[in-house]
């Protein structure tokens, strides 16, 4: 069993979304460590809600924050500092997709960034790409120090409708495998995850 950390290109760019169809494609565990606002509808909460398997386990957050601001931000709000070595890994003895907060390089604290967790943790890398202007250059950035810093990449997340000169301006940096192609959707629920889920060629985990 693997573990699988879902990072993006950005904030907002659809890593619970991406989360969620890995984790009903490979009935995966669902962790995302650090929540910040929302705590009414956090994203553990939104993925447990349209996971159809019944074999996934949701693990509990290990810092949960009022603020919808980085992390480093949110924590120092609440006059907690996050320490990088308290996130540990929950048990399982399932694979277990790991939900970062933001981009790679936002800051947990004044030093370390997201991306160190799953640096700490051992975790392959899903990287988001979510296609508006400006997204080839934020693509190939975060590629760029993922593969400087030593990072194994699983591969590319897409999503949205992306043109064929910008996808393959993206993909042919560093020539890496595209997992999955996310439809813009209409209404997101149970039944479309479901369908997405099912186009993710298993062999490549």
Known sequence: MKNYFITGIGTNVGKTLASAILTEALQADYWKPIQCGELDATDKNNVKNLISNTKTVFHNEIYLFKEPASPHLSSALENTKIILEKIALPITQNSLIIEGAGGILVPLNENNFVIDIAKNLGAEIVLV??????CINHSLL???Y????DFEIKGLILNGNFDKAVKSAIISYAEL???AE?????????ETILAQSKKIDLSLF
């Open 129 to 134: 790409c979510q296609s508006y202007l400006g």
């Open 142 to 144: 975060s590629i760029d």
């Open 146 to 149: 993922l593969i400087k810093n």
């Open 177 to 179: 495998p595209v997992i």
């Open 182 to 190: 996310i439809i813009e959707m209409k209404e997101i629920t149970k």
